[in-house]
């Protein structure tokens, strides 16, 4: 069963530009959710999809925002991009609502500049 | 402020020694997860603990889980250079939060 797949693995971006980093889950899984991880703060939840509808969000400004198809594929959008917002963005799947067996991706590398 | 406080932060040990990680929250967790993250990959998840007192093995790692559900801790026995990595506890309910990390280095 192939994993967690992230696509692009490595993205450099300008500030003020806007970006699209996609995950595909596991066949099967239907939940979505996608993590920030940087030096300074950690691993921090951004947001859960589930069924195409997005169920948590956690702390971040409304320039972070995601969306999730019916194939259960999910992409998360950042606009207007600040320095700080420089990380490696993670996102996992699992076939159920909730944070159990959560299978994460490789993530993907973002640098702004 | 972090709501899962992990320690200790940095571990370099030789290999053989023993080593505990503690993870601990002033909040209760319905349960906690335990994960290992190696450079350039996602975290992959190790055990869940449910019940408070709960103890749980995996092979040399042994994780347990706080009677109160607000702390839980990491023992591995006889480390390994193959144990290196970054282990992060991680719990929640509507957001799912994550330790603050530790990174552990076996020496060979």
């Known amino acids: 069963k192939a994993g967690v797949t992230q696509t692009p693995r490595y993205l450099i971006k300008t500030r003020g530009q806007q970006v699209t980093l996609s995950c595909s889950p596991i066949s099967g899984h239907r939940s979505v959710s996608w993590y920030q991880q940087t030096p300074g703060q950690g691993l921090q939840f951004l947001f859960e999809?589930?069924?195409?509808?997005?169920?948590n969000k956690g702390n971040f400004p409304g320039r972070f925002s995601g969306r999730q198809f019916s194939n259960s594929r999910s992409e998360m959008n950042v606009s207007t991009l600040e320095l700080g917002d420089s990380a490696l963005y993670l996102c996992?799947?699992?076939?159920?609502?909730?944070?159990?067996?959560?299978?994460f991706g490789p993530g993907t590398r973002l640098t702004v500049l | 402020t972090q709501l899962l406080e992990q320690s200790p932060q940095f571990l370099s040990i030789q290999e053989g020694e023993n080593l505990t990680v503690y993870c601990n929250s002033s909040s209760v967790f319905s349960s906690l997860q335990w994960y290992r993250q190696e450079p350039g990959e996602g975290p992959v998840l190790l055990v869940t603990?449910?019940?408070?007192?709960e103890v749980k093995k995996l092979k040399r790692l042994t994780f347990q889980f706080g009677d109160a559900r607000k702390d839980s801790s990491l023992h591995i026995t006889a480390a390994q250079p193959g144990d290196t990595g970054l282990y992060l506890c991680a719990g929640g309910g509507n957001q799912f939060y994550f330790g603050t990390g530790t990174s552990l280095t076996v020496i060979p």
């Open positions: 999809y589930f069924s195409e509808t997005q169920r």
């Open positions: 996992a799947s699992s076939f159920s609502r909730g944070y159990n067996e959560q299978f």
């Open positions: 603990v449910v019940t408070g007192g």
